[in-house]
């Protein structure tokens, strides 16, 4: 299954606090992405956080993965699980 998860730092938190978190976080999704876990990851445009499209085997997983990111555990980053489902609009387009 895809879920979105949508993580950003905790407003009012000192950049001094996140800083040191991002090569570790970095590393951290790096292994998600080596083990297929994490199929894509991008900034939000103001770089307030990310997005990453998770493949797993349930939101549970993820939730244990997310859980793992040294910034969630350092308590500076919050997020949002969003687990997807295939898009069927499109056969609308093709009814009789």
Do not use: C
């Amino acid at each position: 299954m895809q879920v979105l998860v949508i993580a950003r730092v905790v407003a009012g938190i000192a950049r001094e606090k996140v800083f040191p978190l991002v090569k570790p976080e970095a590393a951290k999704v790096w292994e998600y992405v080596a083990s297929d876990l994490v199929r894509t990851v991008h900034y939000i445009a103001d770089h307030s956080g990310a997005v990453l499209l998770f493949e797993a085997p349930s939101v549970e997983a993820v939730n244990e993965a997310v859980a793992q990111l040294p910034m969630v555990q350092a308590g500076v980053l919050q997020y949002e699980i969003l687990p997807l489902a295939p898009y069927t609009g499109l056969k609308e387009l093709f009814a009789n």
